[in-house]
């Protein structure tokens, strides 16, 4: 990929403008990563709090899935 900048003002420009571009990029793949291993943490943790109940609701047994 090339960039015409004529001035050393221009190439820091750009430098500073591909800087901030990876930056907010990598700050949202961080918070992706948060959320897929947030959302995995729930799914073990309903699955391991399952409960089983009768036609009244009652609770009569849970079930632990690891």
């Given at each position: 990929?090339?960039f015409?900048?004529?001035?050393?003002?221009e190439?820091?420009?750009?430098?500073n403008?591909?800087?901030?571009?990876?930056t907010?990029?990598?700050?949202?793949?961080?918070?992706?990563?948060e959320?897929?291993?947030?959302?995995?943490?729930?799914t073990?943790?309903?699955i391991?709090t399952?409960?089983?109940?009768?036609?009244?609701q009652?609770?009569?047994g849970?079930?632990?899935?690891f």
């Open positions: 990929m090339d015409n900048v004529n001035t050393e003002t190439e820091q420009a750009l430098i403008s591909v800087r901030s571009t990876l907010e990029q990598g700050d949202a793949l961080r918070h992706l990563a959320v897929i291993n947030a959302e995995e943490k729930m073990k943790h309903r391991s399952l409960l089983i109940t009768d036609n009244s009652d609770v009569i849970s079930v632990r899935i």
